[in-house]
């Protein structure tokens, strides 16, 4: 008799690894959602509103960042669990690309757009991005899956 064992998913995580990416994926969701509402505050208290294209850039930076960050906060592991996987991918490239933009607009201009000085809401985005980079990319590591090879046996 020839019994072949498909390949699954098994989780890498150990009880302690779990906990490890539960808390990764905690702090990244919320330091998503920290450069969201910064970037809400300075389309409102600083008036970026008014600034063409690059207001509404904000606008939907704010709305990216909490749509990202309440995808990792759900509770969903086991109904949907990959969807925590994807939501991280796209922090770590919402975070990235945001750093990026601030980037061009601070050496050159971004839609016409030259951003100037580092003010404390630039500082405090600058960190929340880079945290949601390095927590998100811990999440991905430690809760990623692992496949058992195919396993084939006569008898």
Do not use: D, W
Not at 51 to 69: K, R, Y
Not at 118 to 124: F, L
């Amino acid at each position: 008799m020839k019994v072949v064992e498909a390949m699954r998913p098994e989780s890498a995580t150990t009880p302690s690894h779990a906990g490890v990416a539960t808390v990764a994926r905690y702090v990244g969701a919320l330091a998503l959602i920290v450069t969201g509402v910064v970037h809400l505050q300075q389309y409102y208290g600083v008036y970026y509103r008014v600034i063409p294209m690059i207001g509404p850039l904000f606008l939907v930076n704010f709305v990216l960042g909490v749509a990202l960050g309440v995808a990792l906060l759900a509770p969903l592991p086991h109904r949907a669990p990959e969807l925590h996987r994807v939501a991280a991918i796209g922090g770590i490239v919402f975070a990235a690309g945001t750093i990026i933009g601030l980037a061009i607009s601070e050496n050159g201009t971004l839609f016409g757009f030259h951003e100037h000085g580092y003010r404390s809401a630039i500082v405090i985005s600058l960190v929340a991005e880079a945290v949601a980079i390095v927590s998100l990319t811990a999440y991905l590591i430690v809760s990623r899956p692992l496949h058992t090879p195919a396993v084939a046996a006569a008898s």
